[in-house]
Structure formats: C-alpha cells, structure tokens
C-alpha cells in the first residue's frame, strides 16, 4: 500500500515494466531466431533431397510408399521419445557447435 501511495510509485511501476518488456522482447527475439534457423535448416534439407533424389519407377513405387510409411511413423515415435525426455536437437547443435552452457544462445 505504501508503495502505491507512494509520489514515486508510478516511476518504479514504469521502470519495473520497461524490465518485463525488454526481457520479452529478447526472448522472442531468440525465438525468432531459433525458428529462422529451423525454417532454413528445413529449406536446404527439402532442396537437396528434391534435387538429389531420382524418381521411381513405376513397378517400385507401391513398395517405396509402404517403407515410406513405416519410416514416418518410427520418425513420429523417436520424435515423440525426444520431447518426452526433453532434449532437443537445438539443445545438442549448441553443445555441439561451442560447448555453450544449457539454457545460453551462444
């Protein structure tokens, strides 16, 4: 109460805000830069296999759908597992790239 009432009260509000919103600011800033960087990683991935990879022939093509299945969802489940323990391919690129201390952008 005394802290409302208080004729500096409205500045440390202020101040304390301004904090709160810088914080925000940076962290959605680390945000968009993580998903840039998947949408990139994705994109040159996407690329490579559309120019790297022949076409099928016909006769093949039933068999190449079903492995493609089977691989989709073992890639759902390992996906699935990783979230699940809570590490992530982000986490170990950053380990990885500069051994950068866990929770840190480098």
């Known amino acids: 109460m005394a802290s409302f009432l208080s004729p500096d009260g409205p500045?440390?509000?202020?101040?304390?805000?301004?904090?709160?919103?810088?914080?925000?600011?940076?962290?959605?800033?680390?945000?968009?830069?993580?998903?840039?960087i998947s949408n990139e990683s994705l994109a040159v991935f996407v690329r490579f296999w559309l120019t790297s990879t022949p076409p099928l022939p016909d006769a093949a093509l039933a068999a190449?759908?079903?492995?493609?299945?089977?691989?989709?969802?073992g890639f759902i489940e390992a996906v699935g597992r990783r979230l699940a323990r809570g590490k992530t391919l982000d986490d170990e690129v950053r380990q990885d790239v500069g051994g950068v201390a866990e929770g840190q952008d480098p």
């Open 11 to 36: 500045e440390r509000l202020e101040a304390a805000l301004a904090r709160r919103l810088d914080r925000m600011t940076r962290q959605l800033e680390r945000m968009e830069r993580r998903v840039t």
């Open 64 to 73: 190449a759908q079903s492995k493609g299945r089977e691989r989709y969802d």
